[in-house]
């Protein structure tokens, strides 16, 4: 595999500097000196250096030298990677929307990702509970449906009294919520050593001269409901007969979610960028008013907010995007990275190219089963595509598990020569 060698120096810290510019030129729709390079990588550095994602979720030890390993020997210009989540966190709470490598009695395989399972934990007419008193109804309906072993939580309710009197209080100490809380403190120590293994992990790799190519994580409102209260049926459904109420939702979810980036006007982070991945919103899945209203719109109000706040949305779509890329273009140019799976990108290039960033498309299917030349042919067709005047960063169409390791070498070497300027 070909080396690059930086025109500034091999300093980590110059390293650092240079590899955020290039993204950053890309962002702002300049020509760098090179295509930036930053793919998505799941479970591939275990794929390669003898783990498993099992050991993401509990031997965070082991993944951490795979993943270090990885960097080491590809370096490209940002840090993608998932980070670590505790199975044992999800075994104490009894979680029931997915399944998991290690989980006891599961058949999900040790080098599996984790298996989503929908349920649908709030009813249609739920709806006015959930957008009046969000915090209550996941607090009492939707963790106690979603995590069984905390069904405790459901008892806490709260009764105006005497100033002075702690009856308000009474429900906090029943047996089913102590019960509920003593669970709650272990799930906070295991998911504590996940996030202490993950900030570890990328303080280790930013050392290397390896920026991060996010700092925050957010959902498309829509999105939210489908993914962890209606499951997709379930908002399908609602889209046709109660537009107006999962409408209401999706702003109420698009104003939370904006709250919670409070942090990036105080936090001293080296980029600002959050990563949106896209469940729902494909080519055939709603109506094109069906997205611009319950889609579109509440995505588009957090990506604007966040972009008053200097923060970069990176919109990661899944599925075809085609018949959305005008949609796209109405956001401010130079502010937003789009991603895509499955779209014509010379089309896409040619209604965003003035507008965003565009990256993705390069088949992880070729990375698996075709050959070394395919894979550099497909490179740079893309960069050939996508790279002139800028805005453009090289990444796979979805995260990578499983890939032949002569195609991966053959993607860096490609890009890392032939993206050059």
Known sequence: ??????????????????????????????????????????????????????????????????????????????????????????????????????????????????????????SQDEYPEFINDFMGFTL??????????????????????????????????????????SILAKIGEEDAKAAAASNTLSARIAAMGIPPMMTGVGEAPFDIIGDYYRGTLGALTDQIECPDMIEKACDMLADIQIASYGYFKTAPLPVKRV???????????????????????????????????????FIYTEGKYNSRLEQLADVPAGKVIYHFESVDMAQAKKVLGSTACISGNMSIYLLEHGTRQQVIDACKSLIDTCAPGGGYIFDTNGSIDNAKRENIEAMYDTVLTYGKK
């Open 1 to 122: 595999m070909t080396n690059e060698t930086p025109s500034s120096s091999q300093n980590p810290q110059d390293l650092f500097r240079e590899r955020i510019k290039r993204v950053d030129d890309a962002i702002a729709l300049q020509e760098g000196d090179r295509v930036p390079f930053a793919p998505f990588n799941s479970a591939l550095p275990y794929f390669l250096y003898g783990g498993t994602f099992r050991d993401s979720m509990y031997d965070y030890e082991k993944a951490s030298q795979c993943i270090l390993r990885f960097y080491q020997d590809f370096q490209p210009d940002a840090d993608i990677h998932l980070a670590f989540t505790s199975g044992r966190s999800n075994e104490l709470a009894g979680s029931t929307m997915i399944d998991w490598p290690g989980r006891p009695g599961t058949r999900v395989p040790d080098f599996s990702t984790h298996q989503v399972i929908e349920h649908e934990y709030m």
């Open 140 to 181: 009492r309906k939707y963790i106690p449906r979603a995590f069984p072993n905390l069904k405790g939580l459901s008892g806490i309710h709260f009764v105006p009294s005497i100033v002075l009197s702690t009856t308000p209080l009474a429900s906090f100490y029943s047996p089913d919520v102590q019960e509920a809380f």
């Open 275 to 313: 990563f949106f991945p896209l469940h729902k919103g494909m080519d055939g899945f709603m109506s094109p008013k069906q997205y611009e209203k319950l889609y579109w719109n509440p995505l588009k109000k957090i990506m604007l907010a966040l972009i008053d706040m200097g923060v970069t949305p």
